[in-house]
T-cell receptor
Framework: ETGVTQSPTHLIKTRGQQVTLRCSSQSGHNTVSWYQQALGQGPQFIFQYYREEENGRGNFPPRFSGLQFPNYSSELNVNALELDDSALYLC?????????????FGPGTRLTVL | AQTVTQSQPEMSVQEAETVTLSCTYDTSENNYYLFWYKQPPSRQMILVIRQEAYKQQNATENRFSVNFQKAAKSFSLKISDSQLGDTAMYFCAFMNDAGYSTLTFGKGTMLLVSP
């Protein structure tokens, strides 16, 4: 069984640019959640996708957007990058959006904004 | 809104000893889940242990156990017989048992296990 994978591993962008991060969910999982983990902090919830629809959103501006595809893989897009967007971006997949399903995390994408 | 507080930024323990990591949370909900996650230097977050709030019995997983005090909103993690591989950041997290399943994390405790 393949676990959650994310690409790329590292990324360097400049302020104002746009970035797309990708996540492949674990086989059979239809729910993907995205988190931002700033240096020295715990992860913060960005949004969740369930069966291709946004199912919930944290306190992040609209320039953070996402997609989920029919195979339940997902993308996180960030427009107009700011220095504070530098962080580790984690995705987690779960069997369904129900709270009693474990979320399995990917290794993350380290984004640096210069 | 829920909040999770971990008051110990760093902890040290020697191999084979026992260590307890603290966590408190704030919520007005009655049904929820609490978690401890481990994030080793390789970055991948791994679930260590999980507790359902409606269960009075404390969860255990091998060397890991929790002390869940619902009235005090406290959820500590005890690691027995510490091993070098336990060195990692440990995050306490909360999830509501309603709506969409989002995790709210604390800031983490860095645990260093030394020989």
């Amino acid at each position: 069984e393949t676990g959650v994978t994310q690409s790329p591993t590292h990324l360097i962008k400049t302020r104002g640019q746009q970035v797309t991060l990708r996540c492949s969910s674990q086989s059979g999982h239809n729910t993907v959640s995205w988190y931002q983990q700033a240096l020295g902090q715990g992860p913060q919830f960005i949004f969740q996708y369930y069966r291709e629809e946004e199912n919930g959103r944290g306190n992040f501006p609209p320039r953070f957007s996402g997609l989920q595809f029919p195979n339940y893989s997902s993308e996180l897009n960030v427009n107009a990058l700011e220095l504070d967007d530098s962080a580790l971006y984690l995705c987690a997949s779960s069997l369904t959006a129900s709270a009693d399903n474990e979320q399995f995390f990917g290794p993350g994408t380290r984004l640096t904004v210069l | 809104a829920q909040t999770v507080t971990q008051s110990q930024p760093e902890m040290s323990v020697q191999e084979a000893e026992t260590v307890t990591l603290s966590c408190t949370y704030d919520t007005s909900e009655n049904n929820y889940y609490l978690f401890w996650y481990k994030q080793p230097p390789s970055r991948q977050m791994i679930l260590v242990i999980r507790q359902e709030a409606y269960k009075q019995q404390n969860a255990t997983e091998n060397r890991f156990s929790v002390n869940f005090q619902k009235a005090a909103k406290s959820f500590s993690l005890k690691i027995s017989d510490s091993q070098l591989g336990d060195t990692a950041m440990y995050f306490c997290a909360f999830m509501n048992d309603a709506g969409y399943s989002t995790l709210t994390f604390g800031k983490g405790t860095m645990l260093l296990v030394s020989p």
